[in-house]
Nanobody
Framework: QVQLVESGGGLVQAGGSLRLSCAVS????????MNWYRQAPGKQRELVAT???????NYADSTQGRFTISRDNAKNTVYLQMNSLKAEDTARYYC?????????WGQGTQVTVSS
């Protein structure tokens, strides 16, 4: 059974930092592309960052230079380091992976940035 469990969200002031974690079981983070998405109230879910199986990372324009995605293969965990947070980063953040015939989501973790 595949599970993705996010943690690390919370309330932070604008300009602050948070690190989100996604603990994964049942599937290897080292051989699957892993993604972080976010969804704010009334908005569509958007892709924030991706780390490929080869270790390359890609970011949304809105998070480039402020967010960093990484993974720890030994812990089978994916991280999202978020710096210089802005009020518009407020959203529920979800960990995701998928491929041919499968897609998995975590339950999400709430990030609220106060201005």
């Amino acid at each position: 059974q595949v599970q993705l469990v996010e943690s690390g969200g919370g309330l932070v002031q604008a300009g602050g930092s948070l690190r989100l974690s996604c603990a994964v079981s049942g599937i290897s983070v080292s051989i699957n592309a892993m993604n972080w998405y976010r969804q704010a109230p009334g908005k569509q879910r958007e892709l924030v960052a991706t780390i490929t199986s080869g270790g390359d990372s890609n970011y949304a324009d809105s998070t480039q230079g402020r967010f960093t995605i990484s993974r720890d293969n030994a812990k089978n965990t994916v991280y999202l380091q978020m710096n210089s947070l802005k009020a518009e980063d407020t959203a529920r953040y979800y960990c995701n992976t998928g491929g041919w015939g499968f897609v998995y989501w975590g339950q999400g973790t709430q990030v609220t940035v106060s201005s």
